[in-house]
């Protein structure tokens, strides 16, 4: 009874609020601004709930955390910048700081350069559209579940007791041995992790990109090879620069997506073996450690190595507005 009694106050009251904030709204407009003014105050009143909800749930929480890196572990005393100190100077933060970075190269590659080698191959199949929904099926995964999905195909048992993991009982049919996937030493157990994320936003970066590659110009191809082009040729005077803005948007929303990787690692390694991330590493001081200051500081990092990477997506966005 309380659960249904819940549902209905969301599904009748939430609209109800929205209906009668809208008309209230308007009433105070109309009677207390000056017509020649209402039209400047609307859009404020119309983005007010937003800009409040924006603040509450996004503004306040970035604040206290940038205030919470500055204090001790319970966060009741100010320490200045030792969380900080910690994290550029222990062994662990800056392993967990360049597997990111080993993310961000790698995934961002590997995304962006199958992405778009399998939207131009598909382009030209004829049944374009039943590949490109089987490619795109693992984006639809969450990742928790891709991580035990791959967890039990890199599964290992010693060598002369049978592989149950996939790829290793493939390996064993042609007698190559079963290969530790996840605790070989580094860096190939962290491309076996990064491999993961490869395999889930590849299909993203296909659909954007063949989005991209049809609204370039069939008679402009069409003359090029009739000029004397060849295929390589047009793909590297033609299609590429045109692409480039496409592939710009993609690769930085992947870098974003590879900088904030947890997870995969959390799932598959739980950050064991030298495969810890800084995402993960958060997790570790807030919950394992119990550091409030030094898990906030670790995020404050994240959030100014994030940054950048959307400074330079907003910044492209507009420059192609400014153009259309």
């Known amino acids: 009874m309380n659960d249904l009694?819940?549902?209905?106050i969301v599904v009748i009251g939430v609209p109800a609020v929205l209906v009668g904030y809208i008309v209230g709204a308007e009433l105070i407009l109309t009677r207390l601004v000056p017509e020649?003014?209402?039209?400047?105050?609307?859009?404020?009143?119309?983005?007010a709930p937003a800009l409040a909800f924006l603040t509450v749930f996004l503004i306040y929480p970035t604040i206290n955390t940038l205030i919470l890196s500055f204090q001790d572990r319970a966060s009741r005393s100010f320490v200045g910048l030792a969380n900080y100190e910690y994290f550029f100077t222990s062994s662990g933060t800056l392993e967990a700081l360049r597997n990111s970075l080993f993310w961000v190269v790698f995934m961002t590659l590997g995304v962006v350069g199958l992405g778009l080698l399998i939207a131009i191959l598909v382009d030209r199949v004829r049944y374009e559209s039943i590949a490109k929904s089987v490619i795109f099926v693992p984006l639809a995964i969450s990742f928790v579940a891709a991580g035990v999905i791959w967890s039990f195909m890199y599964l290992y048992r010693t060598p002369g007791t049978p592989q149950v993991g996939t790829l290793n009982a493939a390996l064993d049919?042609?007698?190559?041995?079963?290969?530790?996937?996840?605790?070989?030493?580094?860096?190939?157990?962290?491309?076996?992790l990064i491999f993961i994320g490869i395999w889930m936003w590849t299909g993203f970066a296909m659909v954007i990109l063949s989005a991209g590659l049809k609204g370039i110009s069939a008679e402009l191809l069409e003359a090029s090879r009739v000029d004397g082009a060849n295929e390589?040729?047009?793909?590297?005077?033609?299609?590429?620069?045109l692409?480039?803005?496409?592939?710009?948007?993609?690769?930085?929303?992947?870098?974003?997506?590879?900088?904030?990787?947890?997870?995969i690692v959390f799932t598959v390694t739980n950050g064991n073996h030298g495969t810890d991330v800084i995402a993960r590493r958060m997790w570790a001081e807030m919950f394992t450690n119990g550091h409030f200051?030094?898990?906030s500081a670790v995020a404050i990092v994240?959030?100014?190595?994030?940054?950048?990477?959307?400074?330079?997506n907003i910044k492209r966005f507009r420059e192609q507005e400014a153009v259309r």
């Open 173 to 192: 049919v042609i007698n190559l041995g079963p290969v530790n996937w996840t605790q070989e030493p580094q860096p190939f157990n962290n491309l076996s």
């Open 293 to 295: 200051g030094r898990a």
């Open 302 to 312: 994240l959030l100014l190595t994030i940054i950048p990477f959307m400074a330079l």
């Open 5 to 8: 009694l819940t549902a209905a």
């Open 232 to 241: 390589w040729q047009v793909f590297r005077n033609i299609i590429l620069p």
């Open 36 to 47: 020649r003014r209402q039209g400047r105050v609307r859009p404020w009143l119309w983005i």
């Open 243 to 263: 692409l480039m803005p496409t592939i710009f948007v993609v690769g930085t929303t992947i870098v974003i997506t590879a900088l904030k990787s947890f997870d």
